[in-house]
C-alpha cells in the first residue's frame, strides 16, 4: 500500500477506559503512530471527526439520539468498524436501564432536574445500529488485543476473533481454582479470555468483563452457583454484572448450531 | 536396574539428599502450600514442604485442612505436578525477523535448561511422564525442548500413603506405589524413608546418604501401608475395550454430560497425559518481528476443532467424546495403553462436579 492506513477513535458513552489503554501502550503507541495516520482521536488531541478512514475504533454505547446519528455517520466513513469494550459491544454497565421496568423514575432518583436529561430508553450496543467487522470484548480492553488487531489487519489476514474460556488461560497461568478451592462465584467457564486470568491470578472470582465464550453453559454454571449456596436473584446478578443487556449473551450451549455473534468477521 | 533392598533414612535426613543434589548442581522443585492447594514449585528446604496438611478431595472439590501428622507427603495430589516443568504452557518455538533489505531471518531461541530435581512425585504422574515422553520423545518426530528439560530432570519418587476420594489408580494399574520411571523412591513412615534407588544417578546420591539398614518392621510397615492406601479406593474404573466407547456414541449419557458440562476445558488442563496445543505467530506492533508460540490448548476449546474455515465439534457434546474417547479408548491404539493415570484431578478440578470414572463406567456399560 502506498499511503498510511488511516484511523479514527470514536467516543460514545463510555468511561473512556478503552482508549486508555491504547494511550498506556506507550512506546508501541509511537510505533502505530508511524504505521497508520491517526485522523482522529480526541482524547489524544487530534481532531477531524468526519474523516474518511480505513479503520475505526469505537468506544461506548448509544444513549442519545445524536449518538444514534453520529454512528451512522462514522460507519460511513470508515471501511472496517471495530468496537472494543463492554459499552460498544453490548451496551456495557448503563445497560442496566434495559432491565428496569420504569427507566424514567430512575433519572428522577438520581438527577434534581431531571428534564435536563435526554435520552434514548435503551444504551445499546454499535452493532443494534450499524454492522461491526471486528469486536475487541473486555471491560476495559486491554494494549495486547489492540496489537493483535491492528497488526494482523496491516498483515493483511482476517483478525482471529479469541473466544476461548476464561480457565484455559487460568491453568496455563498455573493459578490455583477459586471456584473449587475458596467456593467463590467464577466466571471464568462461560468467559471469553482477553485479561490473561487477572482476578484469579490474585484470588478472586472472575466478574465475566469479557463477555461470553464460545459455547457457555449458562445454565450449567448456574446449578453450580445455587450449589455454593448463591440464591437465584445472586445467581441472575452474578451473569448481568458487567454485560447487563440479555442481547448481550449468547444463547445456552449445547446447540447443534451455535450461533454466531453478529459482525464477526468470521467468514 | 536390579530391585534392591530399601535401606532407612532418619525424617530429617532427608535434608541431606536435598543438600547433595543442590550441591550437584539442581533446583529443587517439590511440593507446598499456596493459595489453598498443594502445588509443586521451587523449594530451598525441608521446611517449604506441607508437614502436616491434608487435602479433601471430590469432584469439584478440593479441600487442604491441617493435619495432625508430622509427615511430608502425607496428601493426594494437587492441581498440576510434573507437566508444566517440562511442556510449558506457552512456549517460543521460534521467532522470525524482517531485515532491513526485507529478507526474513528465522531464529529459534536459545534456552538454558536447568538441572531440576523433583522431590515428591506420586506414582500417577511418574506413569503419566511415562506417557509423555512416548508422545514427544518416541514418535517420529522429536521435542526438542522436551527433550533437553526431560535430560535434565531428577526424580525424588514417594510412594502414597494416602488417597484421596478422587484417586482410583489402583484400578488403572498405577499406583499407589512406585514402581520404576524414578530416580530415587521413598516411602515415608512416621520416623523416616525408606529409600531405595531407581537408576544409575539416583544410586550415586544414595551411597552419600546415612542410611542404615532398614527393619522387618519398617518393611512390614511399608507394606502394610501399601495395601491400606490400596484399599482406600472406592472408586474404581472399569476396563475398556478398543472401540468400546466409540461405539456407544449414540449412548443417551453423552447427552447427560453435554447439558453439565462447562466445555471449561479444566479436566483436559489437569490431565498429566493430555498434551495438545495450538500454535499462534505474535506481531510486534512494528510489524518487523514475530514470536511464534505454542500454547497448551484442549479439545473442550473453539481452536481445537477448527479446521479451514469450518467447526469440527460445534458442540459441548461432541468436545466432550473427544476429551473421554480419546482418552480412555483411541489412545489404546496411539500408544498402546489408556491415557489414564488415575490421579482424579479431571474431577476435582471440574467446576461442573463431573464425575470421569462414574460416567465412563456408565457409558462403558460396566454400571448396567
Ligand atoms: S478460577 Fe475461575 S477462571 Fe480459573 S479455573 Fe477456576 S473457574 Fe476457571
Ligand atoms: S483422565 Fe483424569 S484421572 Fe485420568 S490421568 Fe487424566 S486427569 Fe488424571
Ligand atoms: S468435564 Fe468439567 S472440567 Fe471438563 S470441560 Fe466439562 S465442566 Fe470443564
Redesign the pocket.
Known sequence: MDRKVTLAVHKFSSCDGCQLALLNMGTTLVELAERVEVKHFAEAGVLEEDAQVDVALVEGSVVTAADEQRIQRVRNNSKYLITMGACATSGGIQALKNLAEDPESWTAQIYPQPEFIDSLERSSAIKAYVEVDFELWGCPINSQQITAVVTQLLSGVVPWDDREK??IE??RRG?V????TQDAP?M??VTRNGCG?LC?AFGR??YGCYGDASLPNHSGLAVRFNGLGLLPKQVEQRFTLIHPDPDARLPIGNSDKQRHREGQADE | MEQQIPSFLLRNDLSVLLDLLVADGYQLHGPQVRDGAITYASISSLSDLPVGYQDQQKPGHYQLAEDHNKRFFHWANGPQALKPLLYPAREVLWQAKRNASGSIQFIVPVQSFEKIAVIGVKACDIAALKLQDQHFLQGEYVDPGYQARREGLLLVAVNCSYAASTCFCVSTGDGPSVESGFDIALTELDEGFLVAAGSEKGERFLTRLPLQNATAQQLDAATQQHETVAAMQTRRLEPIAVGQLNDAREHPQWQDIAERCLA?G?CTMVCPTCFCHHQNDELVMKGDESQHIREWDSCFGESHGQLAGFQVRDTIKARYQQWMIHKLDSWQEQYGRSGCTGCGRCMSWC?AEIDFVAEANIIGGADE
Not at chain 1, 177 to 180: D, V
Request: glycine share 6%; with cysteine; net charge positive.
Open positions: 476464561l480457565c487460568c491453568k493459578h481454582c477459586t471456584l473449587i467464577c471464568g467457564p486470568a484469579p472470582a472472575c | 471449561c479444566n467446576p
